[in-house]
């Protein structure tokens, strides 16, 4: 379904499925174009556009925007992926059609063209400190001058271009002939187009959508191991619940578990304080949630263009969103955690009745290594779990003097995923045996074979499943 862009409503499940090819639309431009039209009649210094930037704020400048853009496109190290410099146009078209920059408005539907042909700058992955990504939105403003060519798709599905075509100008990414997305920006849109945010808030949007698939599948996970080990249902019940959050999680695991024969009068951490972990990680994924969409919907231009005239001012810091990300990679790693606990239990006679490990026969491994994938992941988890936002920079002769490191924090919001994912895999191929060990029901499609052998497929499968474990 097209993603409409209005300025207001953009979600991070949004943003994920723009960056994955599903279309944008431009809903109205009148708060951007008011904004362009008040640009035009700006009297004395402004920022930017009568003046330097950073530590040449003083220093008086005219027609030099053009010279900003390629100056500050010096990104370094691989060029991001395609999904995430797709998603870096949506947001930053988002904030465009919001009001407050000045750009010209004829700017914004040849971006939206070249969302939606698959063109995307080619943006290198270091060079933002939460400060405004300077080097990520040059390099597409070029991208329209026409001073570097946008990166095509691998195949265009719309047009049926492949890499090798050749669009105007040499550039590849549209059949022969076709014009390529240009846009004459003019030497005092250049601050103003640059001025945000928007590569940071994408992969922040695109980390909170796919986290939040893998912690609603997470509660299904859990599911299969409360079944397979008859865990108690008592810490589920409503009366022992505190706050929204943990309420919701028990409800939702009380309904997927069914009934259970309880052996033990408690259980493990694992079991017992589901809702109470599960439940802190879901609150730290909307608080995530709520603050980048609020950016995503806001104008964070310096300076900002709003009651007829130019207001200075930080709304490019995003320290907010550096917090929000910290506290949610931490709590991941809880609620990772606990999944590699329950997967200990799922591995012992004493909590399943079955052979150490789920073997076949007696002395035989069975999943014994998934324990040892399974912390392997969770170790790179509690890497990434490093809060950024401890650190500090001054830059720009000293004019620049706090830096928040979002970048750093969204980047590692984004790859937390993974690790996330193979430790729920981990948990979810040994609950499927034990159950199936048991003689009770299990309809997952994972391989049934009980014999010692390599379960890196089992793994790749059951990674495959999560999304559709989703309650």
């Known amino acids: 379904m097209t993603v409409v862009l209005d300025g207001a409503h953009l979600t991070c499940e949004q943003v994920g499925r723009a960056a994955h090819g ?18 035009g009649l700006l009297e004395g210094p402004v920022y ?40 870096t146009l949506v947001v930053r078209l988002n904030q465009l059609l919001a009001g407050g920059s000045g750009v010209d408005p004829a700017l914004l539907p040849v971006l939206a063209d070249a969302v939606n042909r698959g063109l995307t700058p080619p943006i290198r992955t270091y060079g933002a400190i939460g400060t405004g990504d ?32 050749i669009g105007d100008a040499g550039s590849p990414g549209t059949r022969a002939g076709d014009p390529v997305p240009r846009f004459a920006l003019a030497s005092g849109d250049a601050l103003p187009f640059i001025s945000s945010g928007a590569a940071t808030l994408a992969d922040a949007a695109l980390a909170c959508h796919r986290l939040g698939v893998l912690l609603s599948a997470a509660t299904s996970v859990a ?12 810490p589920l019940s409503p009366v022992v619940q ?20 309880p052996r033990r009068v408690q259980d493990p951490y694992g079991y017992r304080a589901f809702p109470q972990v599960h439940g802190a990680v879901l609150d730290a994924l909307g608080r995530a949630e709520r603050t980048i969409t609020e950016e995503m919907n806001a104008a964070p231009e310096n300076p900002l263009i709003a009651d007829g005239r130019a207001w200075h001012n930080g709304n490019f810091h ?10 949610l990679r931490a709590a991941l790693v809880q609620t990772a955690t606990l999944s590699a606990a329950r997967l200990a239990t799922l591995n012992d006679p004493a909590h399943t009745g079955l052979l150490p490990f789920l073997a076949e026969r007696p002395g035989l491994s069975g999943v014994m290594i998934l324990e040892y994938v399974a912390h392997s992941a969770l170790a790179e988890l509690r890497h990434l779990a490093a809060p950024v936002t401890l650190g500090g920079a001054v830059l720009s002769l000293g004019t620049e003097d706090h830096a928040s490191f979002t970048p750093q924090a969204a980047r590692s919001a984004l790859a937390a995923a993974e690790p996330l994912e193979i430790v729920l895999a981990c948990e979810l191929v040994a609950s499927v045996r034990a159950l199936r ?27 495959g499943l999560l999304p559709g474990l989703v309650p």
């Open 22 to 39: 599903s279309g944008i639309a431009l809903g109205s431009t009148g708060r951007a174009e008011a904004a362009w039209r008040t640009s």
């Open 223 to 234: 599911a299969h191991s409360f079944r397979a080990v008859e865990a108690s249902l008592e």
């Open 134 to 165: 300077l080097t990520a939105l040059a390099t597409t403003a070029l991208c329209l001058l026409g001073e570097l060519p946008w990166t095509p798709p691998p195949e265009d599905v719309r047009t049926g271009a492949r890499p090798g075509d």
């Open 318 to 327: 995003s320290a907010r969103v550096a917090l929000a990300l910290d506290a």
């Open 437 to 463: 060990g048991r003689g009770l029901p299990c309809d997952l499609p994972l391989d049934p074979a009980m014999e010692d052998r390599p379960l890196d497929a089992d793994l790749d499968a059951a990674r």
């Open 48 to 87: 930017g556009r009568t003046t330097g930037v950073g530590a040449n704020k003083g220093v008086a400048a005219e027609d030099t925007g053009l010279d900003l853009l390629r100056s500050h496109a010096g990104g370094a190290g691989p060029a991001i992926e395609a999904f995430r410099a797709r998603a």
């Open 242 to 261: 505190r706050g929204p959050e943990q309420t919701g999680v028990a409800a939702g695991l009380r309904a997927l578990v069914g009934s259970t024969s």
